[in-house]
């Protein structure tokens, strides 16, 4: 199976998997897991699937570019 490579955020699905949120910040597999369980990141549960919101992920990713490193 072949790695889908975005190149825009308007490709990403409405849903992303923990998969894709490892394909799209180049973290490895374990490090996408140990993220999403982390408290104050935007992801649920549906059964055994943990699934992302596209926006909140957005909104995510822009709190922690805003945020300082120190």
Not at 2 to 26: A, N
Not at 61 to 69: A, G, H, M, R, V
Request: aromatic residues 10%; without cysteine; hydrophobic residues 40%.
């Amino acid at each position: 199976m072949s790695k889908k490579i975005y190149t825009s955020f308007d490709e990403l699905p409405l849903m992303l998997t923990v998969t894709q949120v490892h394909d799209i910040l180049g973290i490895s597999q374990a490090g996408a897991y140990e993220l999403v369980r982390s408290e104050g990141f935007p992801a649920f549960k549906v059964g055994s699937r943990i699934l992302i919101p596209k926006e909140k992920f957005k909104e995510w990713l822009d709190k922690q570019t805003s945020e300082s490193l120190v």
